[in-house]
């Protein structure tokens, strides 16, 4: 049986590009609901090694979250300006238009 952090790896490489998610959303799709906090820990320490499009998860109010020096703001709000993701000055993004939920269905959209 996977463990937690696999699982969370496979859900993080399935959102498709041009589209965002929630840490929450993350956790729940890899099985472990409220475990938001450890997906953000699990992207800080795999991300770059594995090559996951991290950019792509944002908290659940749809604002860039992450306080990582690594991994700035600004940055994140560039990747997913090249992806075609509008992001706010204040680096908020619609999760209405370009939210993914897990379901496929949700491409078409975002």
């Given at each position: ?5 696999d ?75 090249m ?14 238009k ?13």
């Open positions: 049986m996977p463990i937690f952090k699982k969370v790896i496979r859900v993080v490489q399935q959102i498709p590009k041009g589209c965002v998610t929630t840490y929450g959303t993350v956790a729940t799709l890899a099985g472990l609901p409220r475990g938001g906090r450890l997906v953000g820990g699990i992207l800080h320490f795999t991300s770059d090694e594995l090559d996951l499009p991290w950019q792509r998860i944002i908290n659940r109010f749809g604002y860039i979250s992450t306080k990582c020096l690594e991994h700035p703001k600004a940055l994140q709000k560039a990747l997913l300006e992806e075609g993701v509008e992001v706010s000055d204040d680096f908020v993004v619609d999760l209405n370009y939210g993914w939920w897990g379901d496929e269905k949700d491409v078409d959209y975002c």
